[in-house]
């Protein structure tokens, strides 16, 4: 289907900010709003979103990609993805008012984009579907458990390794180092769960203080709130995403989330994190295409 493409200038508490919407000769009522992962701008790892803006208004689906505040060549301070709630909003009216008959977006995020779109989507009515792509929920333990479970254990079966070893050719100082760390790390936040929340003064009463809860149970509350369809899509080769899977996995809440009917899941044999083959990249854009038009 043919379709145009041209740039926007909007803006956000005074800053510039700059997009990419796809206009398809007949967009439906129903479009896509790309945000990005990690420290990126709107073109994405090799060129990602700006194929995936294409092959979306290629089917007839609007679509929108931007930068936010502080990158790429938007105006203003950068900040990472737990801050950008506003910007956000700010690409949902200008998507929406650049499209004529738009009336309800999707959000499609990458990585941490995915969490900003967790964070976001139960406050806008607009927003009635997410694609969420390896979904990040990083803390210093899920880490620490993920790569000794899954990188650890595929080392010891590769052929390399050993034949490295053979010639003598392996650091085991630096190897056992960067083991230790990672043991560490999953025992000290074991001790950190038990301890108490309270003032460490000596001799004083014990006061409770605030916290912010972790990162995953925050996601886990915005998709909880959030009404609207979920496709998933999870790549079999990256460690975000086996950190996901591990976490929710072990909750009763996420798994509860995640099985329900308006969530649907994809998994991708042998993907990396970004879907850097192309047979990838094309196998998601039909992923998401077919999601958008089932509903």
């Not at 701008?41 to 929108?64: C, D, N, T």
């Not at 060549?73 to 737990?82: C, L, T, Y």
């Not at 010639?167 to 108490?196: D, E």
């Amino acid at each position: 289907m043919n379709y145009q493409e041209r740039a926007l200038s909007f803006t956000c508490h005074g800053e510039d900010l700059v997009g990419i919407v796809g206009v398809p000769e007949q967009a439906n009522k129903r479009g896509v709003l790309i945000v990005v992962g990690g420290p990126q701008y709107r073109a994405g790892s090799h060129r990602q979103f700006i194929l995936l803006a294409r092959g979306l208004a290629e089917q007839g689906i609007a679509v929108m990609r931007f930068d936010y505040r502080g990158m790429g060549d938007s105006g203003g301070a950068a900040r990472d993805f737990e801050a950008v709630d506003d910007d956000l909003r700010a690409a949902v009216d200008q998507f929406i008012a650049a499209v004529p008959g738009l009336e309800e977006v999707v959000i499609w995020g990458l990585c941490d984009g995915a969490s900003a779109a967790l964070f976001y989507a139960y406050q806008d009515a607009r927003v009635t579907g997410l694609v969420l792509i390896n979904p990040w929920v990083r803390t210093s333990a899920s880490i620490a458990k993920t790569t000794l479970k899954h990188y650890y254990r595929a080392r010891l079966l590769d052929p390399a390794l050993w034949k490295k070893i053979a010639r003598g050719q392996f650091n085991f100082a630096a190897a056992g180092g960067a083991l230790l760390r990672l043991v560490g790390s999953v025992l000290s936040s074991k001790t950190a769960a038990g301890a108490p929340n309270t003032a460490a003064s000596p001799g004083a009463a014990p006061v409770k203080t605030a916290a912010v809860a972790p990162l995953p149970q925050r996601m886990q509350a915005g998709l909880d709130r959030f009404g609207g369809k979920v496709l998933l899509i999870i790549s079999g080769a990256d460690l975000t995403a086996k950190e996901f899977l591990d976490l929710t996995s072990a909750s009763r809440q996420w798994r509860a989330l995640l099985a329900a009917p308006r969530v649907t899941r994809q998994d991708l044999a042998g993907a990396d994190h970004t879907f850097s083959r192309r047979v990838w990249r094309d196998q998601v854009i039909d992923w998401t295409g077919a999601w958008m038009r089932s509903w």
